[in-house]
């Protein structure tokens, strides 16, 4: 691995808040509303950034940095970086490529994916492009559970690591600018895994039958496209025993079940009695429940209680190496970003996500040799401390 470079390749996009902004002018409104937004006032959005600044690097000197390896392993993988890329829905809103030209830059890169269930693309073909670094499948798990099986059964067989059970969504956050836009799908767009049979099980859904039972508010979001299960991923019945357990189930040995959306180490604790594989801890980038705790706040107590048992993953306003390397000292195993791909994909299709990946990667290399740190495994809390309001400085 070369010593990491300080200057980036793009001089108009020089870090991923420039991408957010190029990005803003590439999407039309609808996108651009729906990517962006967080729940109610956005409170928790806007907090799982600046969350972040109440950390501060502790560097360490005179340590050989010619050699830094930011290499990490996830899900029986060696990543290039411990920054993944997070499940986010119906990526052709931003690029007629959608998640595939997101697979295809994972793959030069060599960064672990998640797929969305509500991708716009097929499972079988995001892995073909992305190859080993498609890992993971996001899943809803549907009140009708064989709509959930089938899903299973098809990513053991492309091959995909892990499944990702979203747990922050029993009800579907209320997002203000979806509401006041009508947010839907547009009709050329399709949520690829289960429309027109893709799996070849398949099954048509006459558009309004599939709300019956959910209140305006979480049919909202539902694109009106002619098939459609966008609704069902808010599953209010879920729950730690029988859910798990059947979950737990239907992977078998080939795949993982992590549990993504957990906040508290109560249910860290309970994710580890019902035998769950890992924890992403996740708020769903400020789109479900306003007001809750930043992730990178609800981190630490989450990594004492789990005590190295499982890993513990998190995502949720990371934009900057520098987070990146915050939250792994403050014991996170991997991290994972949402928005910033979305905004690349937008920019330029697989070569904005190029760009994303350099962009984020390239900062957290630069970070681990300024703070004289080699090696991911030795990035620990003796590297940071917390300022408080008042500027006062402590130790962890
Ligand atoms: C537009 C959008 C769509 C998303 N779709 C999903 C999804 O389908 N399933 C899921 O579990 N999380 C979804 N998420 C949440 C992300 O997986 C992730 O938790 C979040 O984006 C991380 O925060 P960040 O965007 O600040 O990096 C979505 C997020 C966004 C912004
Ligand atoms: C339930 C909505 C599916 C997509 C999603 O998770 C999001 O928009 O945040």
Not at 74 to 92: E, H, K, R
Not at 226 to 254: M, Q, Y
Request: charge should be neutral; proline fraction near 5%; charged fraction near 25%.
């Amino acid at each position: 691995m070369p010593p990491p470079s300080a200057t980036p390749h793009d001089l108009s996009c020089l870090h991923l808040r420039d991408l957010e902004r190029i990005a803003a002018d590439c999407m039309d409104r609808q996108t651009r509303d729906y990517y962006n937004e967080g729940a109610d006032a956005s409170m928790t959005l806007a907090e799982n950034h600046t969350a972040y600044n109440k950390y501060r690097i502790r560097p360490r000197v005179l340590r050989d940095v010619s050699r830094v390896n930011p290499s990490a392993s996830v899900l029986d993988f060696t990543a290039s970086c411990p920054i993944g890329v997070a499940p986010t829905a119906m990526q052709c809103l931003a690029h007629p490529d959608g998640e595939i030209a997101t697979a295809a830059a994972c793959k030069e890169a060599g960064v672990a994916m998640g797929l969305s269930s509500f991708a716009t693309k097929s499972l079988e073909d995001v892995k073909a492009a992305g190859g080993d670094t498609a890992r993971v499948l996001q899943l809803y798990l549907f009140e009708e559970r064989e709509e959930s099986a089938r899903l299973i059964r098809r990513a053991r067989k492309a091959g995909y690591k892990a499944v990702f059970l979203t747990v922050d969504t029993p009800v579907l956050g209320r997002r203000n600018l979806e509401i006041k836009n009508k947010f839907k799908l547009p009709p050329h767009l399709r949520i690829a895994n289960f429309a027109d049979g893709a799996n070849g099980e398949g099954k048509e859904e006459k558009s309004g039958d599939s709300e019956a039972g959910y209140t305006e508010g979480e049919k909202r979001v539902m694109p009106r496209g002619p098939v459609t299960f966008h609704s069902h991923a808010a599953n209010p019945t879920l729950e730690w025993g029988r859910d798990i357990t059947w979950l737990k189930k239907e992977c078998g040995e080939d795949m993982k079940v992590y549990v993504k959306g957990v906040a508290t180490a109560e249910d860290a604790l309970l994710a580890i009695k019902y035998g769950v594989d890992g924890i992403v801890v996740s708020n769903h980038g400020g789109r479900q429940l306003d007001g809750a705790l930043a992730t990178v706040d609800a981190l630490p107590e989450i990594v004492e209680a789990v005590q190295k048992k499982i890993p513990v993953h998190v995502d949720g306003g990371i934009r900057h190496g520098t987070d990146v390397f915050k939250a792994l000292a403050l014991g996170a195993d991997f991290v994972w970003i949402g928005r910033p791909v979305l905004w690349g994909l937008a920019y330029k299709g697989k070569e904005g996500v190029d760009l994303c990946l350099r962009l984020i990667s390239d900062e957290f290399k630069l970070c681990m040799a300024l703070a004289g740190v080699t090696s991911v495994k030795d990035i620990s809390k003796d590297y940071l401390v917390k300022i408080d309001r008042s500027g006062f400085v402590s130790r962890l």
